[in-house]
């Protein structure tokens, strides 16, 4: 067990430390930056419901919650490492209390996706709404649907001219993207991890053996909400703005797209998919032959009809398949999603 | 408003084609003029035409030889209605397209995303909308009507035909919120009194209980500056309440979008509005420029005022860069703030030196069988409001929006 | 008086959208547990419909309650054979299938018509209560809710068909040992089911502007009606839609039509919390 965690990392840091060097000359690096961190916001979805069976309808409100947070304190305090940390922090803390609501009230499946959607929702509209002058946090106007422009942008930790933009800036996102993936990674090997599987398995079972399951869960729920809140705040530096529609039902569809495609219950699949489906709406961007909210459409539902597991698994058993080695029994990643009332 | 997607390639092509003809007769490089606009989404019914506009100019001014001997290349991009989108654009046109001016922008919020990018990386940047006003930075020209050339003109005469109760409807963002300001202090100067002032999110497009609302107050006179296409709902709702006949409307955007060609005449008759252009001036510019535009798109449908003021600051653009002999950015300002002006469809229209923005002839209308009806014209008219606290000769580092104080 | 005579309508309006918005979804969820998000992309399509039958010359009224039904329900139907049937009992797989095809329809729509808003205009004209003026269009609305409700009760309750579809949506093998193809019998659902949505989005279309993403506004509070609703169809339904439509307009008529949403959205988290299976889990109990 110790030698092959040993060896995941050193994989990972060989195959990331590629990755980013050659990755640059492929796409430029304005466009590569927004893939990672769209990687880092589909991992935040893919742990706690790849690996911890809740199914959020609304991890854009952590996303877009990350990047206000980020723009309003980067707008009073004027240096950019404190708003970095409390864009991690204050996400992580509104799902702790979200997620003791809605979890030791023992909901689940539909109606905790109900309870998502509608926060998130809430926020939308809340957000949108704060154009007038009266809506003010210290030196910060909301601004409502104008969203807030023109705020600090990252700098060098404790020298607030030294900005961090451009090629420098796209280095600093990969590189948070491989410790995040590090952590969850070690985070899943640790026993927190391996028993937030087993309630994503049998949530009853692990509760008579004497698991508190509401508690857990709810300290996944923050901590993926910390992550993607981590991701808004490296978006709201990318684009230099912070919108309500970062907060929009769309921008959360498109989480559970990327899972799904990428593949649930795997660290890689979301960031694959979050980062592979992100560049395809580039390219279908820039022709107009045909509407691309078609095609990313008919992607979802020829991967929830053909390839319910995602890319990164079927290439998996593929790869296992072809070199002729036993593939490793895989848990049943789809179970937890059959429905279980009605 | 229905320009089917294939029509519009089409139309594309050709001027394209047309403007590609001569192409041999131009220097290598070609001047880039960066274009940032909604053509898609809720707010496409004002980006389209102004699109259209930017590709009318455009193919004009190589059809006439080009600026200075170079063909100008237009690099286009949809915002899709995403205020997010301008930034990220921004920054493309600016850093990586490297363009030498941009013209663009719809919405005062998709300003403001753009506005301090195009500052930082000294791209000279041309803002053709009417918007609230106050906007001071030497970096950009506005080329749109502003409160004092519109509110303060069509609030008097609206009270004069109505009364001097006055409910205000506004779009919930930066311009809505100033221009209801604005309405406040022309209304309370002309003794009138604003009763309620309501604003709506974007998005509302239910606006039943506000109707029931506006009738507890029954004001003598409703001022709507409403934006976008959810916004439209509220003419057709007040008319199927038959509302329209009981208290005169008044707006600041109606019509800018072409929304009286969408509203039946039934809905649409008797709504009061103040603009820089309508399709029925009866000038030899006008007709020569829906000619022209007939001959690019088929018909002069599309033809609205954001689109005229498009084409107007494309204009003014192109006769600084003639004056300055360059498009380098500083000398361009220069020869504009010398008082450059253009003859366009709407008219005259000079560049105020003082705040960047445009002095322009004004036009009080009203809404008669799906046309704007010119009730009264004012000639020349400066735009007073930002003069009062921009004075970009003396300050030229100013970089703010002032905001009217109520 | 009047004042309060048109508030009254302006709720029970409230209400009787609320139910028309969310009856298809209602139908479909109750009977055969499929959480349709091509719902509100099913109402726009109804919405466009209407416009296009109009358009070619067809009076608006029959376009309304028969055109746009026809047309949605056989849109449903092709949805239903190629798509949602592999995936019934699959709860959340169904929702992101849906999801994926409410993205096509927008595709189509906006492929189609153009990303522009478009409508006709209302039907009935507005009449005077005292020194009100009310949209008439407002009442037609209340009485289609009615008569909606009234019929879905009246084919459940007293037709063979409904029994049929009760039984099936209770116990499905039952229906099926005594010779009743369930695979049929969901077909049929989905094609009602499909055909309300349709035209619940006739109806409003002529209320507000249609846009080929008009969808999303609906389909966020069709969806939190329903599952506030809980597992009795009508009882549900008719619940929920109350107890939200009242609330958001005591908040609109209080405050302001933003916070009446807000209000609305507030009132579903709480109801959930406090009865997690929805109204009628805990009262109307095996009603239908």
């Known amino acids: 067990m110790e030698r092959s965690a040993k060896r995941d990392v050193v994989v990972t840091l060989i195959v990331s430390a590629i990755l980013i060097a050659v990755m640059p000359m492929l796409i430029g690096t304005y466009t590569l930056t927004v893939l990672v961190i769209y990687g880092m916001l589909g991992l935040s979805l893919g742990l706690i419901w790849g690996f911890g069976g809740i199914l959020c309808f609304g991890q854009a409100a952590f996303f877009g919650l990350g990047a206000y947070v980020y723009a309003i304190a980067a707008v009073n305090i004027g240096e950019s490492t404190l708003p970095m940390i409390l864009a991690v922090l204050l996400p992580g803390a509104f799902a702790a209390v979200l997620g003791a609501v809605m979890f030791y009230g023992r909901l689940t499946d539909v109606y905790l996706g109900v309870i998502t959607l509608v926060v998130t929702l809430i926020l939308f509209k809340f957000i949108n709404s704060t154009a007038g002058p009266q809506y003010v946090i210290g030196d910060a106007r909301l601004g409502g649907f104008n969203g807030i422009p023109g705020f600090q942008t990252l700098n060098v930790p404790g020298d607030s001219g030294a900005y961090i933009w451009g090629d420098a800036y796209f280095y600093v996102c990969a590189v948070a993207l491989v410790i995040v993936f590090l952590l969850v990674t070690w985070l899943l090997r640790s026993s927190f991890g391996r028993i937030a599987i087993g309630i994503r398995e049998n949530e009853t079972r692990m509760a008579l053996i004497g698991y508190d399951v ?55 699949g979301p960031i694959v998919g979050a980062a592979g489906l992100a560049y395809l709406k580039f390219l279908l961007g820039q022709q107009s032959m045909i509407d691309n909210t078609l095609i990313m459409g008919l992607v979802l539902v ?26 490793r029994r895989r848990p049943a990643n789809r179970r937890m999603r059959r429905a279980r009332h009605g | 408003m229905s320009l089917k997607r294939r029509e519009f390639l089409g139309a594309g092509a050709a001027l394209t084609t047309a403007a590609l003809l001569p192409s041999a007769a131009f220097a290598a490089d070609t001047i880039k003029l960066g274009s940032i606009l909604d053509t898609s989404g809720i707010f496409d019914a004002y980006g389209k035409p102004m699109d259209q506009a930017t590709r009318l100019a455009i193919a004009e001014i190589n059809a006439n030889g080009g600026l200075l001997g170079r063909e100008v290349e237009i690099i286009d991009y949809d915002t899709q209605s995403d205020m997010a989108l301008y930034s990220q654009y921004a920054q493309k046109l600016t850093r990586q397209d490297r363009v030498d001016v941009v013209h663009g922008g719809i919405l005062s919020a998709s300003r403001e995303a753009i506005r301090q990018t195009m500052r930082k990386t000294d791209t ?21 009507v502003t409160p004092t050339q519109q509110v303060e003109v069509l609030v008097p005469y609206a009270m004069k035909k109505s009364g001097p109760k006055v409910y205000i409807l506004a779009a ?76 005169p409307l008044a707006s600041t955007t109606m019509g800018v979008g072409n929304e009286h060609k969408v509203l039946t005449s039934a809905e649409g008759d008797g709504i009061m509005v103040a603009y820089n252009y309508s399709q029925e001036l009866d000038t030899p510019e006008n007709k020569a420029f829906k000619e022209k535009w007939k001959a690019a798109y088929g018909d002069t449908n599309g033809i609205h005022e954001l689109a005229v003021s498009t084409y107007q600051g494309i204009m003014l653009w192109a006769e600084g860069v003639k004056k300055a002999g360059t498009v380098d950015r500083d000398p361009v300002i220069e020869a504009l703030e010398t008082g450059v002006s253009i003859v366009g469809p709407a008219g005259n229209i000079a560049i105020d ?28 008219v400066a735009p007073v409001d930002t003069q009062a606290v921009c004075n970009l000769q003396e300050n030229p580092d100013d970089n703010t929006q002032y905001e009217i104080e109520i | 008086m009047d004042i309060s005579f048109v508030i009254l309508v302006e709720m029970l309006y409230a209400i009787a959208s609320l139910v028309l918005i969310s009856a298809g979804l209602a139908v479909v969820f109750g009977m055969m547990k499929v959480i349709n998000l091509a719902h509100g992309e099913f109402m726009m399509m109804g919405g466009y419909a209407t416009i296009t039958a109009v358009g070619l010359g067809v009076n608006v009224f029959i376009a309304m309650l028969i055109v746009a039904p ?29 999801w994926g095809l409410s993205l096509v329809f927008i595709g189509l729509a906006t492929m189609i018509f153009g990303n522009t808003t478009t409508g006709i205009s209302t039907p009935i004209p507005g009449f005077t209560v005292g020194a009100y003026q009310i949209n008439g269009y407002n009442f037609f609305i209340i009485v289609m809710a009615v008569v909606l409700v009234i019929a879905l009760y009246a084919v459940l309750k007293g037709t063979r068909a409904g029994l049929i579809a009760r039984g099936t949506m209770q116990r499905s093998d039952m229906a099926a040992a005594l010779g009743y193809s369930p695979d049929r019998i969901y077909m049929a659902t989905f094609f009602f089911g499909s055909a309300l949505s349709g035209l619940a989005g006739a109806i409003l279309a002529p209320l507000v502007g249609l846009v080929p993403t008009s969808g999303g506004a609906y389909i966020a509070k069709a969806f939190i009606t329903v599952i506030a609703g ?20 005591i908040f609109t008529f209080a405050v302001s039509p933003v916070i009446g949403e807000v209000a609305l959205l507030i009132a579903a988290v709480i109801l959930l919390r406090a009865m997690p299976q929805g109204i009628t889990s805990r009262f109307f109990k095996g009603k239908l």
């Open chain 1, 214 to 268: 509401a508690a857990r869960k709810t300290v996944l729920f923050a901590i993926g909400a910390a992550i993607a809140g981590l991701a808004g705040a490296l978006f709201a530096n990318w684009a230099e703005i912070v919108t309500p529609n970062l907060f929009s039902l769309g921008q959360s569809a498109e989480i559970i797209i990327w899972c799904i495609v990428g593949g649930l219950g795997t660290r890689l």
């Open chain 1, 302 to 327: 020829i991967f929830v009809l053909f390839l319910p597991r995602g890319l990164v698994p079927a290439v998996g058993s593929l790869w296992h398949a072809s070199v002729g080695r036993t593939a």
């Open chain 2, 124 to 144: 000279l940047y041309f803002y053709n909308v009417q918007y609230e006003g106050g906007v001071c930075d030497r970096n950009i020209f506005v080329t749109g």
């Open chain 2, 172 to 247: 919930d963002y930066n311009y809505g919120q100033i221009t209801a300001r604005w309405i406040q202090k022309f209304v309370e100067d002309n003794g009138g009194e604003v009763v309620a002032t309501d604003f709506f999110p974007l998005d509302v497009s239910d606006f039943g209980s506000t109707i029931t609302k506006i009738q507890q107050v029954s004001p003598d006179l409703v001022v709507a500056p409403l934006v976008g296409g959810a916004h439209l709902s509220f003419f057709r709702q007040w008319a199927a309440a038959g509302m329209n006949t009981k208290i």
């Open chain 2, 353 to 380: 030196p003082q705040t960047h923005h445009a002095t322009l002839d004004v036009h009080i209308m009203e809404v008669e069988d799906q046309k704007m009806k010119v009730v009264e014209t004012l000639n020349q």
């Open chain 3, 70 to 98: 026809l047309v949605v329900g056989l849109i449903g139907l092709v949805v239903e054979r190629l798509v949602i049937r592999h995936l019934y009992g699959r709860l959340v797989d169904t929702m992101l299938a849906t």
């Open chain 3, 230 to 249: 809980g597992p009795s169809l009508i009882a549900g339904l008719v619940s929920s839609a109350t107890s939200f439509g009242l609330v958001n307009q």
